[in-house]
T-cell receptor, first 117, second 113 residues
């Protein structure tokens, strides 16, 4: 276990369904992220939360709706998705205030493999 | 803005041979550079990072990388490949320790027995 747990690991949904992805970390980190990983493309940063506040929305379509109720939990609510949204969705977390060490290292979960039919 | 280019989407080496995965970066500020590894059905795991200290960085599992400013490179090497090294490797760059990492497209490493 990496310290970041994602559920479900696999999800198949129709375009009219509503589902949610869950991410949980108990590393004491204060920043959480959603990334999208598609074949042959760089990882795409979707959302960033710092201390439960959204600080980054990388032009993500509104059919993806994030929620961060506390610093340990992050959700990605999905509705009316398209087949091109099929991908591996990775959650990550990191501590803040690491400027003195020069790098803010991310810890990733194992991902949720989403297939949209 | 920062970017990375990983040369070669697929690399195959024989077990026991040298592993060399290439990464070139572009950054308008002094960069922080990372290599992450992704094993099948898993998330990304940090291998090593460069944060403006020593230019030769040693990571886990016998991997190391050297920061070469003149060549804007941060290539990943391992003297002797092991079957367990088969995975996808991602180079990433950020600036000034902020949370935005820019990833490369990845290099899939195959080890030939």
């Amino acid at each position: 276990e990496t310290g970041v747990t994602q559920t479900p690991r696999h999800l198949v949904m129709g375009m009219t369904n509503k589902k949610s992805l869950k991410c949980e970390q108990h590393l004491g980190h204060n920043a959480m992220y959603w990334y999208k990983q598609s074949a042959k493309k760089p990882l795409e940063l979707m959302f960033v939360y710092n201390f439960k506040e959204q600080t980054e929305n990388n032009s993500v379509p509104s059919r993806f709706s994030p929620e961060c109720p506390n610093s340990s939990h992050l959700f990605l609510h999905l509705h009316t998705l398209q087949p091109e949204d099929s991908a591996l969705y990775l959650c990550a977390s990191s501590p803040l205030g690491q400027a003195s060490s020069g790098a803010n290292v991310l810890t990733f979960g194992a991902g949720s493999r989403l297939t949209v039919l | 803005a920062q970017s990375v280019t990983q040369l070669g989407s697929h690399v195959s080496v024989s077990e026991g041979a040298l592993v060399l995965l290439r990464c070139n970066y572009s950054s308008s500020v002094p960069p922080y550079l990372f290599w992450y590894v992704q094993y099948p059905n898993q998330g990304l795991q940090l291998l090593l990072k460069y944060t403006s200290a020593a230019t030769l960085v040693k990571g886990i599992n016998g991997f190391e990388a050297e920061f070469k400013k003149s060549e804007t490179s941060f290539h990943l090497t391992k003297p002797s490949a092991h079957m367990s090294d088969a995975a996808e490797y991602f180079c990433a760059v950020s600036g000034s320790g902020n949370e935005k990492l820019t990833f490369g497209t990845g290099t899939r490493l195959t080890i030939i027995p």
